[in-house]
């Protein structure tokens, strides 16, 4: 005889609905089907080989590059008296002032010099550009993860930071928002100034003045960058979201994306404001005479 179907209620007429389990997995599927759909031209094998390149790219910088070059810079016998984790820490510092750079000048040139398709149409435009810096971001956050977790927790911030940053770049791939991704790689900003007084600090130079103008730069840029600009960006986000969902002559091209794309700006301005409060509290204790550490 047959395997009896699973079914927690007496047969009624009519088919025995599915197990639970069952039942749960296809709802799961479908959502992750729809998630699919809406990434459009992320999962496309040449933007699935662009992060990874990215994300090989940059793990070669860190483990092989920035060893020598800080050596270098800072001189032998500098560099090989700090333990393992500092130097650890001055090569993720150094990679990640280098992606700054780069992702900058990439949102800048995709600001300043737009594709055509994304002068036609800020949200769903086509830029070839933008797709391979948004890519290439994607890569870094992937790092960036990986790395400052190697060796130790590197903390609930970072973590939601960086996979806030991994799933917005991952969204504003085509067909969705080339401008606002654009935008968002000008937050980058504040980081050289980040990586510059780390690195310092990891090699013994705290007294430094290179070390204190950075601290102080490090500071302006990110509320500038990440809160002046950041607040009036997500307030203009929202607008144009709202735009679209309220414009009977367009479609949103995925709802679960455009749903994600509405939360998601909570958690990351959060970590901003979270990340300005130690900066502000920092600055507050050491007074403006007293020595930055």
């Not at 390149?53 to 590059?65: E, H, N």
């Not at 050596?71 to 150094?94: A, K, P, Y």
């Not at 927790?153 to 085509?174: D, T």
């Not at 990340?275 to 930055?292: D, E, N, Q, S, V």
């Amino acid at each position: 005889s047959s395997r009896p179907h699973f079914c927690l209620s007496p047969p009624t007429s009519g088919p025995c609905p599915a197990p639970p389990f069952r039942a749960g997995g296809v709802a799961m599927g479908a959502a992750l089907s729809a998630l699919s759909a809406g990434l459009g031209d992320a999962l496309t094998p040449g933007q699935v080989l662009t992060t990874g390149a990215s994300f090989m790219t940059w793990l070669a910088v860190q483990r092989i590059v920035t060893g020598p070059l800080l050596s270098l810079i800072f001189g032998h016998r500098r560099w090989s008296s700090r333990t393992d984790e500092q130097r650890h820490r001055c090569s993720i510092s150094l990679t990640s002032c280098c992606f700054s750079i780069c992702t900058m000048a990439c949102g800048c040139i995709g600001l300043l010099f737009p594709s055509p398709g994304v002068v036609a149409d800020p949200i769903y435009g086509h830029s070839g550009f933008v797709q391979f810096a948004t890519a290439n971001t994607v890569g870094f956050f992937l790092w960036n993860m990986l790395a400052e977790n190697s060796n130790a927790w590197g903390g609930f911030a970072n973590l939601i930071h960086h996979a806030s940053c991994v799933l917005s770049f991952i969204m504003v791939q085509h067909p969705f928002s080339p401008r606002i991704a654009c935008a968002l790689m000008l937050f980058e900003a504040s980081t050289p100034a980040l990586c510059t007084f780390n690195t310092l600090r990891n090699l013994g130079l705290e007294d430094t003045a290179v070390y204190r103008i950075s601290r102080v730069l490090f500071a302006v840029l990110f509320f500038v960058f990440r809160l002046a600009l950041g607040i009036p960006l997500t307030l203009l986000w929202y607008m144009d979201m709202y735009a679209l969902a309220n414009d009977p002559q367009r479609q949103v091209h995925s709802t679960t994306i455009f749903n994600i794309s509405l939360f998601l700006p909570i958690p990351f301005l959060g970590v901003q404001f979270y990340w300005f409060w130690l900066i502000a509290r920092a600055a507050c204790r050491k007074g403006p005479h007293a020595k930055a550490v």
